[in-house]
T-cell receptor, first 113, second 114 residues
């Protein structure tokens, strides 16, 4: 079964700096995907970025990129040039064999002006 | 754009009431999910459905039931609401497609049971 671990309950970052949010996963599947979601204080879950286990390149979407290290089973989210609007909860997730998403416990990011 | 719509953003109900939370998606997704989110506990799966009239229990199904009569609609039912069901409820949908099936979420329903 999938298990997602996010070890940072909270993080601070200075505006305009980069920040890395950690995620490790545990799976016996050969083919899998990893997702990152952002949840602002308003509550909605916003899909940010996806990494497939067979993708040769690390995924990037604008200021978001994934530092994917398959051997270490980690998929850390990197946010470059942090903005005040990046303050939110961030969740790492992966689908299990029945397609339901398993979530990590989340990291609360606070961007300081 | 994928759209998942939950019927209410905020809801206040009394203990013992029967409560319906509705979720509709417009992308013809096979899979639909109901999660609840509580501080310190993260997102926990209540029920999911991978087809019309099909349902599977998640991690915390007790006190809840679901209905999926049409592909686009997935309802969560609290048969007799209790104060410990005060929570944020999130509906999601996804395609069936192996490793790449990201879930799209609704805006969430903050339910308070008094």
């Amino acid at each position: 079964a999938q298990k997602i671990t996010q070890t940072q309950p909270g993080m601070f970052v200075q505006e305009k700096e980069a920040v890395t949010l950690d995620c490790t996963y545990d799976t016996s599947d050969q083919s899998y995907g990893l997702f990152w979601y952002k949840q602002p204080s308003s509550g909605e879950m916003i899909f940010l970025i996806y990494q497939g286990s067979y993708d040769e390149q690390n995924a990037t979407e604008g200021r978001y990129s994934l530092n994917f290290q398959k051997a270490r089973k980690s998929a850390n989210l990197v946010i470059s040039a942090s903005q005040l609007g990046d303050s939110a909860m961030y969740f790492c997730a992966a689908p299990d064999s029945s397609y339901k998403l398993i979530f990590g416990s989340g990291t609360r990011l606070l961007v300081r002006p | 754009d994928v759209k998942v719509t939950q019927s209410s953003r905020y809801l206040v109900k009394r203990t013992g009431e029967k409560v319906f939370l509705e979720c509709v998606q417009d992308m013809d997704h096979e899979n639909m999910f109901w999660y609840r989110q509580d501080p310190g506990l993260g997102l926990r799966l209540i029920y999911f459905s991978y087809d019309v009239k099909m349902k599977e229990k998640g991690d915390i199904p007790e006190g809840y039931s679901v209905s999926r009569e049409k592909k686009e609609r997935f309802s969560l039912i609290l048969e007799s609401a209790s104060t410990n069901q005060t929570s944020m409820y999130l509906c999601a949908s996804s395609r069936t497609g192996g490793a790449g099936s990201e879930a799209f979420f609704g805006q969430g329903t903050r339910l308070t049971v008094v």
